[in-house]
């Protein structure tokens, strides 16, 4: 059964840093890899979706690389601001079912 | 403008009595889905549609039910629900199957009392 991880649970960091957020998957028959942000209280937004022959998307200052064999994902943010904070999940799609799996997310604050 | 709309935002009830939880894009996509977020049990997929008339049962389907008669609907569907069913719930669309990027709701805060 896939099982979808994410470390650090929380991160807070100064404004203006570079932060990596990590998404780690064990089967790896997957069809893609989507990246997500939640603001409280609110939807889930994509941000970047890599496709299985793919090894990284590029959107902004948000630059997501996908390593399939090995069953990782990092989530690169440049120069991190206020705005960032949020939690950002990652999500697999099973390549056979199409069903899409969730990891528990990273908690991002950005202080000041 | 593009949108998932997701009606009522939020909703009690009492346990058995049966409730619909509407889900409608404007986007043409041909792939919806639902979703229950739980604290320390994250997002979790309920049912999913790859076209009209085609559904098929995510991680917990179990208590719920769906149908996809127009392209643009996908309502969920509680029978009989209970106290474990309160959730925060989501639907989702994308233009075709795994290729494009989800579109979520705004959610359904649903309480079962």
């Known amino acids: 059964k896939q099982e979808v991880t994410q470390i650090p649970a929380a991160l807070s960091v100064p404004e203006g840093e570079n932060l990596v957020l990590n998404c780690s998957f064990t089967?790896?028959?997957?069809?893609?890899l989507q990246w997500f942000r939640q603001d409280p209280g609110k939807g889930l937004t994509s941000l970047l979706l890599?496709?299985?022959?793919?090894r990284e998307q590029t959107s902004g200052r948000l630059n997501a690389s996908l390593d399939k064999s090995s069953g990782r994902s990092t989530l690169y943010i440049a120069a991190s601001q206020p705005g960032d904070s949020a939690t950002y999940l990652c999500?697999?799609?099973?390549?056979?079912?199409?069903?899409?799996?969730f990891g528990s997310g990273t908690r991002l604050l950005v202080r000041p | 403008e593009a949108q998932v709309t997701q009606n009522p935002r939020y909703l009690i009830t009492v346990t058995g009595k049966k409730l619909t939880v509407t889900c409608s894009q404007n986007?043409?996509?041909?792939?919806m889905s639902w979703y229950r977020q739980d604290p320390g049990l994250g997002l979790r997929q309920i049912y999913y549609?790859?076209?009209?008339?085609?559904?098929d049962k995510g991680d917990v389907p179990e208590g719920y039910k769906v149908s996809r008669k127009e392209k643009r609907n996908f309502p969920l569907i509680l029978e009989s629900p209970s106290p474990n069913q309160t959730s925060l719930y989501f639907c989702?669309?994308?233009?075709?199957?795994?290729?494009?990027?989800?579109?979520f709701g705004s959610g359904t805060q649903l309480s079962v009392l």
């Open positions: 989702a669309s994308s233009f075709r199957t795994g290729a494009e990027k989800l579109f």
């Open positions: 089967d790896s028959a997957i069809y893609n």
């Open positions: 890599i496709q299985s022959s793919q």
């Open positions: 999500a697999v799609l099973m390549d056979s079912s199409y069903k899409l799996i």
């Open positions: 986007m043409n996509h041909e792939y």
């Open positions: 549609s790859m076209n009209v008339e085609v559904t």
